[in-house]
């Protein structure tokens, strides 16, 4: 097994809502969210709690599934995790020694490495119906995006996908990892740059561990999130890890989805389902481009019903893939409609039922007017 997390802030709530679970017989259960938001660690740290080691004993079992190609190579690891002989293909073997095992605990780390091709997903959808039909086998999932494999049925209450960390479970983590001989603004500062995401806080954190804050906010304002891209895969490189996301067959089957991506990379107040489709974006089947963009976790809506992305994402979108002018034209224009239609009316009814609208977008206006001088 690998090791429990031994920084762990800010999930006590996750954990004890897939605790309470595992009062019902074999659950499944499926832990996701985006890219970076501490999936793998939730799970380990549900591995090694005293009520799981207490009921599971040794048969734990957590399985990397970015290690496998396909169906096959994901049985051959689990068999050779079982103590199974090799073979061509140990799919019966390995469900048969499941089901005579005693109650047993299956953790698939990064199942949408294999889900998430379209040619593939089949038959893991297919191995994951078989391994739920095994009534002694309990199965945990992580995943990044929001949606969960069709042909099981997940425990209820479903696990949230889940987001950022509480403002004090980040410092939390931040300080653990560097110390605390730096100031409160500067820590709150670095920690602005992460959305308390918790990659890019352990990443950022590891930097100033070395360098210090000032440094670091330094160099963040020319290296943006190259300089949390070092790293020679998703768990220590922010630009890989949101690339894998980007290159998900569900944002590739709308390839116009990394265009609304681009464009909400600039809108720091997001935008709503009517401004979406009154604003002449020159996006196609812009709200199927939304759902893509919720479905990977690439964006989220927040309690007002707004489109929003992360901070990192941000930053790695304006940096790599910025919008365009001609994605950004329309988007001027219909806040200028709106600016002028209220300055047009202004003490009339009409007008002022225009006033929640500016308010809503004051920092997207502010933002797009900017952006507009900058091109000239």
Known sequence: LPAEPKIFHGRENELADILKLFTKVSPRIAILGPGGMGKSSLSRAVLHHPQITAKYHVNRFFIACDGSA???????????????????????????HLSNAPPTLLVLDNLEMLWD?????????????????ITSLALIITMRGAERPSQVKWTRPFVLPLGPLAQDAAQKMFLDIADDGHSVEEVNQILALTDNMPLVISLLAHLVDIEGCSRILSRWETEKTALLSEGYDKRSNLELSILLSLSSSRMTSMPHSQDL????????????????????????????????????ALAYTDDHKRLKVLVPIKEYMQNLLPATEQMIRPLFKHFQELLEFYREHVGEASGMSSIPRIASNFSNIQNILQNTLRQG
């Open 70 to 96: 396909n169906k096959v190579e994901l049985v051959s690891i689990i068999g050779a995790h079982l103590g199974l002989k090799p073979g061509k293909d140990l799919t019966q073997g390995v469900l048969r």
């Open 117 to 133: 091709p379209v040619e593939s997903r089949k038959e893991i959808e297919e191995f994951l119906s078989l391994l739920a039909d």
């Open 261 to 296: 991506l681009s464009l909400l990379s600039i809108l720091p107040d997001g935008l709503s389902d009517a401004e979406l489709k009154q604003s002449r974006f020159p996006v196609k089947d812009i709200l199927g481009c939304k759902a893509a963009l919720l479905r990977t």
